[in-house]
């Protein structure tokens, strides 16, 4: 089975997982790319893969990226570094991330 194909249920999972823990008023998971990408201007945090930079460029509300895998190279960091955003590894880090 491919990774990708593993993702929505388990991304579901994590949400309803932090749910429960009230640690979020509103939680959303958005799974499909086109979805996500036509949201990135509202959203505040991503669990991503790679993004094309335009992407990134047009998520103005961004806060956070989670990248569940090892290494940020990929990531526009000056791009973050202008607007404050915070990109943070979570390869090793989380039981709910090492799960997907």
Known sequence: MPLSSSWP???????????GQ????ELEVIVDPDRARDALGRLDA????RLEREAYEAATSLKAVFVP?????????????SRGV???CTATRSRSLNAL
């Open 22 to 25: 009230k640690l979020t008023s």
């Open 9 to 19: 249920a388990k991304l579901e999972a994590l949400a309803a997982e932090l749910r």
């Open 86 to 88: 915070r990109a943070m």
């Open 46 to 49: 991503i669990l991503a893969l």
């Open 69 to 81: 895998f090892t290494g940020l190279n990929h990531l526009p960091t000056e791009l973050f570094a």
